[in-house]
């Protein structure tokens, strides 16, 4: 029996019973962003549809292969071997495949795409904290603390300040007057990275 044989003599149950389209796996053929369409409408068009050519259990999943037609002509055929293995689509023809992805395409909804707007004239803080010294980034030694410049001591060659403990919410710094001194992470501030002003 040839393909067209099949899509001539295929089964073709009221669509409520199963003809309906794999979205999921129609999005991921054709490109699109399936984010922002109705798949209800979608599934629920009869211009578009799935019918079994051959079916069978894998796991949960029902498996197979299905022939897909687009206003009742010949549009693909769709196999699904395994559970998790993805659908393969074999197109009648290219321009087949553009009239689905155009078809498809009606679905998408137009509706405004909420947008958050940035207030620049909003105040921020010139300096940030972490929680953790395993956050620190390895070319940042220098921070401030108390409003002070202070040099953070981390890094392999520091790091016998830290074998007595786990705490990762502190770290040893060395203050201008060489002092050592263990602190907490949330008292280090860093400042933005900001050119300095002219």
Same mark, same amino acid.
């Given at each position: 029996?040839?393909?067209?044989?099949? &899509?001539?003599?295929?089964?073709?149950?009221?669509?409520?019973?199963?003809?309906?389209?794999?979205?999921?796996?129609?999005?991921?053929?054709?490109?699109?962003?399936?984010?922002?369409?109705?798949?209800?409408?979608?599934?629920?068009?009869?211009?578009?549809?799935?019918?079994?050519?051959?079916?069978?259990?894998?796991?949960?999943?029902?498996?197979?292969?299905?022939?897909? &037609?687009?206003?009742?002509?010949?549009?693909?055929?769709?196999?699904?071997?395994?559970?998790?293995?993805?659908?393969?689509?074999?197109?009648?023809?290219?321009?087949?495949?553009?009239?689905?992805?155009?078809?498809?395409?009606? &679905?998408?909804?137009?509706?405004?795409?909420?947008?958050?707007?940035?207030?620049?004239?909003?105040?921020?803080?010139?300096?940030?904290?972490?929680?953790?010294?395993?956050?620190?980034?390895?070319?940042?030694?220098?921070?401030?603390?108390?409003?002070?410049?202070?040099?953070?001591?981390?890094?392999?060659?520091?790091?016998?300040?830290?074998?007595?403990?786990?705490?990762?919410?502190?770290?040893?710094?060395?203050?201008?007057?060489?002092?050592?001194?263990?602190?907490?992470?949330?008292?280090?501030? &860093?400042?933005?990275?900001?050119?300095?002003?002219?």
């Amino acid at each position: 029996m040839k393909i067209r044989d099949a &899509f001539e003599r295929v089964k073709k149950p009221a669509l409520d019973a199963w003809g309906r389209i794999d979205s999921e796996a129609l999005f991921k053929e054709l490109n699109l962003d399936s984010f922002n369409y109705d798949y209800q409408d979608l599934n629920e068009s009869d211009r578009l549809a799935g019918y079994r050519l051959t079916y069978w259990q894998c796991g949960d999943t029902e498996v197979g292969a299905v022939l897909y &037609f687009l206003d009742n002509k010949p549009a693909a055929v769709v196999i699904k071997p395994y559970r998790k293995s993805d659908s393969v689509w074999h197109w009648v023809s290219r321009e087949m495949r553009d009239k689905v992805r155009a078809f498809v395409e009606q &679905f998408r909804n137009e509706e405004e795409v909420n947008v958050t707007l940035l207030d620049m004239d909003k105040e921020i803080e010139e300096t940030y904290t972490i929680d953790y010294r395993e956050q620190l980034h390895s070319d940042r030694t220098t921070a401030l603390y108390k409003g002070n410049k202070v040099t953070l001591l981390i890094g392999k060659e520091h790091k016998h300040y830290y074998e007595s403990d786990n705490d990762d919410s502190v770290v040893m710094i060395r203050k201008e007057n060489e002092e050592l001194m263990r602190v907490s992470m949330k008292e280090i501030e &860093f400042p933005l990275e900001l050119e300095d002003k002219c």
